[in-house]
């Protein structure tokens, strides 16, 4: 089989943050396989056949990625941000196990991207900056008593927590849920991010404070970074949003 | 004043892991400041000042950085990975917080880069396909009894743990004790990736069982990716590498 899948991240929205990688795997693309937004993100051109489908059919959607790979085509996978975090290449290697076993010995690559944490945070300053964890607030597959365990577990260690996915149409309350519960562990001035479609043209970033966050709005395209005790803000003068980092320094008797 | 910082994530070292953004920035750079390997990565030119200088000295490096951009100078400090994580970017805003009150005015940008979990992640699959952490396991600027209380509460909540800077000539057994931890909360089959200087000439990615990492080499270069209960090997046949991921459900009952 001469066939190929790569699964690129195309990083939060803006095509400056495309690796050359991804550029370049993108370009040698027969094949373009992805959620409909993604796929629209990438400029037609002679060659290059286009499938976009509709969200939360990740499995259905890689299964074809691989069956044209085993056909013989090269394939692009895409997918926001990174395709590791909460994206594509988990689906894909989930369809690799169920399926053909030829699939497992296809040439199946991986190219990284500008995950949204990592571009929110970029935008605000360093809150990233001590130890941090990602936590995908569906429940579409794990159950939320799992969700609100591990949300526990690491706001009670002081890990700066970015929650992808808060909200849908389908998972109205989860955020309320998940902010109620750090706000009973945490202080309610923590600095808490609200960054929306990150370097996009609707791009909004909003600086609260948790007990603000819990009146915020926020939807589909919103990253949720919760501070922890070592995340500060530096004022930078009227009308201007402060900095906001995390001090990687921890005091003894902190945790 | 004029000057302006901007902070680079460099990626974890092929230059085809820079964003298109990152190229840029260091394009429009007059003054290069990092540490020795970081700034090597970046190409001689005319008009670019180096300063590079020796690791362990972020804040001098930081204060330099705003001195310059006080003084109308633009400047690109340069960070592996992503300056965000475990990396230059909170250290600057250290600096900024604790100087010339002046600095929290000046035009300062991080641009993100590829941190070494994506691309450590990229090359072998999708290892943090679930929920992740990201955790130092340096003790140079914490206690030792939080890193254990972090690894700790990750691991039994079930993360994919990423460990950076798990060994130094200064911290010889610090991994050796994160990872007797996990083996007294983790399987001894689970997966452990040994990612060593991703995408540079001399990279080594070991995937392990967590019994075998007990007893297997690290340096400075490396990040080690813990795996969870979900994380999963997919076999490709004699003398290749599995590819790993972890599945984006998580069962009832599993936490």
Redesign the interface.
């Known amino acids: 089989m001469s066939g190929r899948v790569t699964v690129i991240g195309l ?1 939060p929205g ?8 991804a ?2 795997a993108l370009a040698r693309a027969e094949d373009l396989i992805g959620y409909i937004p993604y796929v629209a993100r990438v400029p037609e051109r002679e060659g290059l056949r286009r499938h976009a489908s509709d969200n939360r059919v990740e499995v259905d959607r890689a299964r074809h990625a691989l069956e044209l790979a085993a056909s013989g085509r090269r394939v692009a996978v895409v997918s926001g941000g ?5 994206a594509m ?6 369809a ?2 169920r399926g053909d076993p030829a699939w ?2 296809l040439d ?1 690559v ?6 949204a944490m ?2 929110a ?3 605000v ?12 607030l569906s429940d579409n ?3 939320w ?2 969700v609100t ?2 949300l526990e ?2 706001l ?4 700066v927590v970015a929650l992808y996915n808060p909200i849908s149409s389908a998972r109205p309350w989860q955020l309320g849920a998940a902010l109620e519960l750090a706000a009973g562990i945490r202080p309610q001035e923590t600095p808490v991010i609200f960054a929306r479609a990150v370097t996009r043209p609707d791009e909004s970033i909003r600086v609260l404070t948790l007990a603000q966050a819990r009146e915020a709005p926020a939807d589909m395209a919103t990253l949720v970074i919760l501070g922890a005790s070592g995340t ?1 803000l ?4 009227e009308g201007v949003s402060p ?1 906001v ?6 005091a ?4």
């Open positions: 990083g803006d095509s400056r943050l495309l690796t050359e990688a550029s370049e990174d395709p590791g975090v909460f290449a988990a689906a894909l290697f989930e690799v196990e497992a010995r199946i991986i190219e990284p991207g500008i995950t990592l571009a945070a970029a935008r300053g360093a809150p990233l900056g001590g130890d941090f964890c990602a936590l995908s597959l794990k159950p008593e799992v365990a591990r577990a690491v009670r260690a002081d890990f500060r530096i004022p930078r003068g900095f980092y995390t001090s990687r320094s921890v003894r008797g902190a945790a």
